[in-house]
């Protein structure tokens, strides 16, 4: 009927973004996929049952497995956004095919920051946060929290820093986003020059002595191998090449360096961007050199419930196998490969390219870069299967599309609880059962698992045990049961979700089954946080305080808190054996250093650059598919500076066509003096297909590449 932010969610409090307030259009539309699809000859879909479609899929993966070996799958996606526990369950599909193989959207924005987290931390996996909520100094770089929601509670947070003089806001963006209009200071910074930027700042902080020589002593080592090339920056060309006022960025960086609590925040403008290694790099260097990092209101390492990533180190060494892709030999960063060579590798002309793929929760032909590309080389898969709540772009091209139940419909969670001190989870519960035949991704995958021969449908012993030990707090004997089972046999490990699910999962309260893989995860979580879980009020020896918070988050249907660490605990999620923070990586010293011999991007042709994938009020990348949901910018416009309007003769609202080295689309134009001049912006997660109709631009069809 109504969709509210719930006043006891613990770390909310009631806040919920412009996205979540309109949820239903995503779930509730004449579009639900309803029951499997398996794709005929003529190219039309037929319903098809569960029983057929899993029947005949597992059949197809083990033809593939078996002729051409594992590595001929690949797992694209599995978990959007706010829903990762089915992610835990599809996994095992890949490690059922052998396969190494996991593509996703966070090796298309994020895996250079994971992979600079692993050269300063000692692991992909030490990934920092920022307390905005608590600095009296923030940088905001290439991101837009009002709108994109990226830092928690982002309006009313964004709302204190404005109104409270002692605290400074600081945005760097070609645009006048709704969160520069908020800030003290914004830097109207030229698009893709954030690395000169960055690197002007570092050369300032250290030129004037600045920087926090005793937190660098004590926490950091390498920085003499930095030192020499800040202190050689030419800080006013690096300035120009920005188009910024050189006085101006030098307040910035005294500011923050003389702030008591300074962070910094960045998101896609710098992440999908020129340079965005460096990038990652840089900003990491301002909170490092300047000691704001362990503290309050700084950026610090985080503890995590479910590990989204993993480590996985691309230097050959003794005990690593790297495993490289076919067509670009490219390595994993956090165990993920990068979407943008995923066709490449489907039209590999070797023997070892990928045959077959399966796609979740996300929908590549949309969202990754090149559309065309990915049409052109889904169609020559053998094995297209794809799970999704709606017939996406992506599912259109697929053999078999098996419906999901919405969010509202299973039990969920987001694993993106990054938050440090006090740290939560929320585990959601359905508020609706499946429309039609859709089921929930941890049912699809176990049955797909047992389909295949991989587990057995009965595990007699676990059932017995789960079924004579209710008593949700208490799950030892279970443990003992199903830990002695994986001792026996290890090929199960990789499937303990399933049996977990399958087993325990029945006695759960409220039919809470998909939650049974949070047990594991919790036992995980109180060996490596036990001192910051008790200090929430959990209670229990070694063996029931796992199962006390496993059994709240089962039954605290608000969500909970999970830890709350001391400060000083930063220090020991460090991976680094000396538990220092390592800020020499040589090749991006390099890189910072020779900034200036690159000539500058060329322009004659392309008199505009283009930011393809604006965050607005009424985008949410590809999830929301009837447009109706839309109460303003309906087409999704392109913004325009009116100089250049002017100067092209264009009005407001008027179509012009975008080209680009790719290709061309046509789009309506809105004039907003917010965009900088030369500059023009298109929003992400439009031009999707709602009965047969196109709604705005498809950006990556034609202008990203
Ligand atoms: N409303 C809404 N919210 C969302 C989403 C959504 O689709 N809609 N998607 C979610 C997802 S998946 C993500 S990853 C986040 C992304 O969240 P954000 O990164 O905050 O959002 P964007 O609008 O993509 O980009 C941020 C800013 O980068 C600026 N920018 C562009 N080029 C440059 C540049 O060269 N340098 C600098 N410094 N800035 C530049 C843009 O003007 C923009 O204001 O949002 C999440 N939240
Ligand atoms: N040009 C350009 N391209 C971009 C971006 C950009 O800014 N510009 N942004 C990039 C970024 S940051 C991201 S994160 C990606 C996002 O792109 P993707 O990773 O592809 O994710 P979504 O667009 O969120 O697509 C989610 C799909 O999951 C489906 N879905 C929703 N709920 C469920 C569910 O419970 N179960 C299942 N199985 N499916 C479900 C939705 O119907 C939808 O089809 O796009 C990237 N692409
Ligand atoms: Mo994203």
């Given at each position: 009927m109504r969709i509210k932010g719930d006043p006891?969610?613990?770390?909310?409090?009631g806040y919920i973004c412009q996205k979540a307030a309109r949820l239903n259009h995503y779930q509730h539309?004449?579009?639900?996929?309803?029951t499997p699809l398996k794709r005929q000859s003529d190219g039309t879909f037929s319903p098809i049952s569960w029983d057929q479609a899993l029947t005949e899929i597992a059949k197809q993966l083990k033809s593939i497995r078996a002729q051409?070996?594992?590595?001929a799958f690949a797992f694209v996606g599995g978990g959007g956004q706010g829903n990762h526990l089915g992610g835990a369950y599809g996994q095992q599909l890949r490690h059922a095919m052998g396969s190494r193989f996991a593509y996703s959207a966070l090796a298309q924005e994020k895996t250079q920051d994971f992979w600079v987290n692993g050269r300063l931390f000692?692991?992909?996996?030490c990934h920092t946060t920022e307390d905005v909520e608590h600095a009296d100094y923030v940088l905001f770089i290439g991101?837009?929290?009002?709108?994109?929601?990226?830092?928690?509670?982002a309006r009313d947070t964004l709302k204190h820093i404005k109104n409270d003089p002692a605290r400074t806001m600081v945005v760097i963006d070609p645009r006048r986003t709704e969160t520069a209009k908020m800030?003290?200071?914004?830097?109207?910074?030229?698009?893709?020059t954030d690395a000169y930027l960055m690197t002007a700042l570092l050369a300032i902080l250290v030129q004037e002595g600045l920087h926090n020589v005793e937190f660098l002593k004590t926490h950091c080592t390498g920085f003499e191998s930095l030192e020499p090339i800040l202190r050689a920056v030419p800080v006013a060309d690096y300035v120009a090449r920005c188009d910024l006022d050189e006085a101006h960025v030098r307040e910035v960086a005294r500011g923050f360096a003389g702030a008591k609590r300074g962070c910094v925040r960045i998101d896609?403008?710098?992440?999908?961007?020129?340079h965005t290694r460096l990038n990652a790099y840089l900003e990491k260097l301002l909170y490092l050199v300047t000691g704001?990092?362990?503290?309050?209101g700084g950026n610090n390492l985080h503890a995590f419930l479910i590990p989204l990533i993993s480590h996985s180190d691309e230097r050959p060494s003794a005990k690593r196998k790297v495993k490289l892709t076919a067509h670009h030999r490219m390595f994993p960063i956090s165990g993920l490969y990068p979407p943008n060579i995923l066709p490449d590798e489907i039209e590999?002309?070797?023997?070892?390219?990928?045959r077959a793929v399966w796609v979740d929760s996300c929908n590549p032909v949309m969202t990754y870069a090149d559309s065309t590309a990915y049409a052109r080389a889904f169609g020559k898969l053998d094995l297209l299967v794809v799970v999704d709540v709606t017939l996406s772009e992506t599912a259109r091209l697929a053999h078999y599309v098996l419906p999901a139940a919405s969010q509202f419909e299973k039990w969920e969670a987001t694993?993106?609880?990054?938050?440090?001190?006090t740290n939560f989870f929320h585990l959601r519960r359905p508020i609706l059962s499946p429309m039609g035949d859709s089921l929930p991704e941890p049912e699809i995958y176990t049955r797909l698992l047992e389909k295949m021969g991989e587990?057995?449908?009965?595990?007699p012993i676990l059932e017995n045990i789960a079924r004579f030990e209710p008593?949700?707090?208490?799950h030892n004997l279970y443990l003992a049961a199903l830990i002695g089972r994986l001792k026996l046999k290890s090929d199960w490990v990789r499937y303990a979700p399933s049996i977990l699910y399958r087993t325990l999962g029945p006695h759960?309260?409220?039919?809470?089954?998909?939650?049974?893989?949070?047990l594991p995860l919790c036992i995980d979580y109180v060996s490596k946080h036990e001192k910051a879980v008790r200090r929430v009020g959990f209670t229990g020896n070694r063996f029931t305080l796992a199962a006390n918070l496993f059994n709240a988050i089962l039954t605290r249907h608000s969500g909970t808190l999970i830890s709350q660490h001391e400060m000083q605990d930063v220090w020991s999620f460090i991976r680094n054996k000396d538990g220092k923070?390592?800020?020499?990586?040589d090749t991006l010293i390099d890189e910072m250093g020779h900034l200036n011999d690159e000539p500058s991007p060329a322009n004659e042709d392309a008199p505009f650059i283009l930011m393809a994938g604006e965050r607005r009020?009424?985008?949410?990348?590809?999830?929301?598919?009837?447009?109706?949901?839309?109460?303003?910018?309906k087409e999704g416009a392109l913004r325009m500076h009116p100089e250049d309007a002017s100067q092209l003769s264009v009005a407001d609202g008027e179509n012009v066509r975008v080209t680009s080295k790719r290709g061309a689309i046509t789009v309506s134009v809105e004039i907003d003096d917010s965009v900088r001049r030369g500059m023009v912006t298109l929003p992400h997660g439009y031009g999707g297909l709602y009965q047969n109709q196109q709604h705005g631009p498809a950006i990556n069809r034609k202008t990203v590449h």
């Open positions: 006891e969610h613990p770390m909310t409090q539309h004449a579009e639900r996929l309803q051409h070996g594992g590595d000692g692991d992909q996996r991101c837009n929290p009002y709108q994109s929601h990226g830092i928690p509670n800030a003290d200071i914004h830097l109207q910074v030229k698009p893709g896609l403008g710098i992440q999908q961007t020129l704001h990092f362990g503290k309050i590999h002309p070797g023997e070892d390219r990928l694993g993106f609880n990054l938050e440090f001190p587990i057995p449908s009965h595990f008593n949700a707090t208490a759960l309260p409220e039919g809470a089954a998909a939650g049974a893989v949070l923070i390592h800020l020499a990586i009020a009424y985008n949410a990348n590809q999830i929301y598919r009837d447009p109706a949901w839309r109460k303003v910018d």
